[in-house]
């Protein structure tokens, strides 16, 4: 039970109502043994205006990028606990932006992000912006996007275990750029990986994506029931672009690694949006699935806690669409 609550929950197996930790042969208080945070972090924010960037130099953008983490992403690596993002807003919000950040008290850690910037600064001839802050780290982790009250929105999630390709990024191009203002929120964010994640086994947890390079989310987000069909049309449709090459979903091999299970999107169960023959099952848990079931049939063999994307007994399961049942949250 435990091994799947480490990536494999999601509503699975029941409700957690309190969590008691202790790693074998410990002692002591909890206090003095836990990992400390860094006292304060140093971050910088590098962006662009859409309006500076014409299709070529997007292009050109995303592969430096994808280049710059691609060789940084191991452990070896003095960037080895960097934490970086890349922001691209639809053309309607205006702006594409970078933010990356390293412990303020790490050697270097100004010296190593100048020079991150300069990089990917000097990918393209256009103008650019970029700012810095030292902050405490308690500040720095609790900011976040305030979506507005009763917000809709639709997420679909990727693992890449390698940067995108210049068709790829001609896709988010050509998308980034489709519709008018209804899509100002609406956006595609990825976050790197690799590192300490990528050195645990993939069934060391039931999380099994220890082998990717950034995470992605697509993302459309709305506010009224009207822009319904148009929004959900402007993801689905770039996400399956983006994976054409493989039946319009991530399926794990050289490039993609699967999908984030806390990203749940029922239209990896659905045919008419997942042509790979490849199971849901198989995107979100790799080969991690049929413990997971085991788990499930010895806690839950009733199918008590369910929803489209949940695990189920193995008798119940199917790669069919799963049937409907509750849902959790508004995915």
């Keep these: 039970m435990w091994w799947a609550h480490t990536g494999g929950g999601g509503g699975t197996f029941g409700i957690v109502t309190r969590y008691l930790f202790r790693s074998p042969g410990a002692s002591g208080a909890p206090g003095g043994l836990l990992p400390r945070p860094p006292a304060a972090v140093r971050s910088v924010s590098l962006g662009w205006q859409w309006q500076d960037l014409d299709r070529e130099a997007f292009v050109r953008l995303l592969r430096v990028h994808g280049d710059w983490h691609r060789r940084h ?22 702006r594409i932006t970078v933010d990356a950040a390293l412990d303020a008290s790490r050697p ?30 308690l500040k720095s982790v609790l900011g976040g996007v305030q979506w507005p009250g009763g917000a809709r929105f639709k ?18 191009h050509t998308h980034l750029n489709r519709g008018g203002e209804e899509f100002a929120t609406a956006g595609v964010y990825l976050t790197f990986l690799g590192g300490r994640i990528n050195t645990v086994r993939p069934d060391a947890t039931a999380m099994p994506h220890r082998d990717c390079l950034f995470s992605v989310v697509h993302e459309a987000l709305w506010g009224e029931e009207r822009q319904t069909g148009g929004q959900l ?24 690694g699967g999908a984030y299970l806390n990203y749940p999107d029922t239209d990896l169960a659905d045919p008419r949006w997942n042509t790979s023959g490849v199971p849901w099952s ?36 199917s790669n069919r669409r799963p049937e409907p049942g509750p849902t959790l949250g508004t995915h």
């Design 108 to 137: 270097r850690a100004e010296e190593l992000l100048d020079a991150f910037v300069a990089e990917l600064a000097g990918a393209v001839a256009a103008p650019y912006t970029v700012t810095g802050a030292t902050t405490p780290w």
């Design 155 to 172: 997420s679909k999630s990727t693992l890449l275990r390698t940067p995108w390709t210049d068709r790829q990024a001609g896709v988010l």
């Design 73 to 94: 992403a191991g452990l070896d690596s003095p960037y080895a606990e960097l934490s970086s993002g890349l922001t691209l807003g639809h053309r309607a919000s205006g």
């Design 282 to 317: 198989t995107l979100y848990h790799r080969g991690n699935h049929r413990r997971l079931q085991r788990a499930k049939e010895r806690w839950d063999p009733l199918d008590l806690f369910r929803h489209a994307l949940s695990v189920r007994p193995p008798e119940r399961f």
């Design 233 to 256: 049309a402007w993801v689905r449709e770039l996400y399956r672009e983006l994976h054409a090459d493989t039946g319009g979903v991530p399926v794990p091999g050289d490039a993609n």
